[in-house]
């Protein structure tokens, strides 16, 4: 089960619902400084980052207009200005404005996307070093990654999750885990 950890969450997000859900408060809020904590971008992780296996989560996106998902490197930078992309320890796709799709490789890549998806699933598949990203409701493949060695994948990979640009005007809309469908 994936949680989120408040511990590396940007002060201006508010963890809430016992880790699953998240959503940008619009206000930096007092939270203990710590190495893990992203200083200068909404960006949040999981508790449990993975080295093997196989692994699914869904995030429901709802009607937000600005989000980024994916999983990062255990040693990613989490501090100062940075850019999401796979060099850097980051895999993940994005929508910006309620408009436009990408995945956040170099240079960008803008997906198709016929009808906005509500609830994203992600599938990490660690042997095959892939990691896919699929419209839940309609089962469409929207995005794989292929996560080498090389890039800057170090340790393990953690679920991540974004509200969006920080200068964006604030989105109170969660981006909530859904629990696993047995």
């Known amino acids: 089960t994936i949680v989120l950890d408040a511990d590396t969450a940007h002060p201006r997000l508010e963890v809430f619902e016992e880790g699953k859900s998240v959503r940008d408060s619009g206000t930096v809020r ?87 998806p509500q609830k994203i699933g992600i599938f990490l598949d660690i042997a095959n070093k892939q990691l896919s990203f699929y419209d839940v409701h309609s089962q469409i493949p929207m995005y794989t990654f292929t996560i080498t060695d090389g890039d800057g994948r170090k340790g393990k990979l953690y679920p991540f999750f974004s509200t969006g640009i920080t200068t964006a005007r604030p989105d109170p809309e969660p981006l909530r885990l859904c629990p696993k469908e047995e």
């Open 30 to 116: 007092k939270v203990a400084t710590n190495s893990t904590r992203f200083d200068s971008h909404t960006f949040i992780l999981a508790t449990e980052g993975f080295t093997s296996g196989k692994h699914y989560w869904e995030v429901n996106v709802g009607k937000k207009n600005n989000w980024e998902l994916g999983v990062a490197s255990e040693s990613a930078g989490r501090k100062g200005t940075l850019t999401l992309c796979p060099r850097n320890g980051f895999w993940v796709i994005a929508l910006v404005d309620g408009r436009d799709y990408w995945a956040r490789t170099e240079p960008w890549t803008r997906l198709t996307v016929r009808k906005k």
